[in-house]
T-cell receptor
Framework: DAGVIQSPRHEVTEMGQEVTLRCKPI?????LFWYRQTMMRGLELLIY????????DSGMPEDRFSAKMPNASFSTLKIQPSEPRDSAVYFC????????????FGPGTRLTVL | AQSVTQPDIHITVSEGASLELRCNYS??????LFWYVQSPGQGLQLLLK??????LVQGIKGFEAEFKRSQSSFNLRKPSVHWSDAAEYFC???????????FGTGTRLKVLA
């Protein structure tokens, strides 16, 4: 298995532009998580899905952020409009539906908003 | 609310020396605890996890951690550090029944040759 796949690995955009980050979880995993990592705030859980359904989006910072999971093998995190303070590394992780399952992380997308 | 504290932001050790990274958690029940490692430019990799049973947990790369309920701690140890262990280490607790991880702020390990 290729592990969790994220694209792009790096994204540089200008303030006000729409940004879409993509994630392909490990096949057979029922849970998908989106995290944001910054120097100031560390690793924060933004949202997670179970069987393609958003379960908890309390970590989504504001309405500019949205996430979807149209099927079991694909998820997107969208920022519209982007702001410089959104600059961070965004990680996607997936987990199998068992009580003691670990989360497997993708390599992350480094987003820079100018 | 659950929380995780890693009191050491940076730690420097010499290659071959022993290592202990501290982690304290705040949680009402028996937590599910994890240690992850992040190498530069990489995602997080699980080192070990504790759910129940033996309080001394063995992980990959020669790491171990001990769960001490009385101290609300889950410290990570390695008897002899290798240069390749230089990375950032994160402790995490899972809020029971939610599958949500709460991460500590991380400890960056530097290894001197």
């Amino acid at each position: 298995d290729a592990g969790v796949i994220q694209s792009p690995r790096h994204e540089v955009t200008e303030m006000g532009q729409e940004v879409t980050l993509r994630c392909k979880p490990i096949s057979g995993h029922d849970y998908l998580f989106w995290y944001r990592q910054t120097m100031m705030r560390g690793l924060e859980l933004l949202i997670y899905f179970n069987n393609n359904v958003p379960i908890d989006d309390s970590g989504m910072p504001e309405d500019r952020f949205s996430a979807k999971m149209p099927n079991a093998s694909f998820s997107t995190l969208k920022i519209q409009p982007s702001e410089p303070r959104d600059s961070a590394v965004y990680f996607c992780a997936s987990s199998i539906n068992e009580r003691t399952g670990e989360q497997f992380f993708g390599p992350g997308t480094r987003l820079t908003v100018l | 609310a659950q929380s995780v504290t890693q009191p050491d932001i940076h730690i420097t050790v010499s290659e071959g020396a022993s290592l202990e990274l501290r982690c304290n958690y705040s949680y009402g029940a028996t937590p599910y605890l994890f240690w992850y490692v992040q190498s530069p430019g990489q995602g997080l990799q699980l080192l070990l996890k504790y759910f129940s049973g033996d309080t001394l947990v063995q992980g990959i790369k020669g790491f171990e951690a001990e769960f001490k309920r009385s101290q609300s701690s889950f410290n990570l140890r390695k008897p002899s550090v290798h240069w390749s262990d230089a990375a950032e280490y994160f402790c995490a607790v899972e809020a029971s029944g939610t599958y949500k991880y709460i991460f500590g702020t991380g400890t960056r390990l530097k290894v001197l040759a």
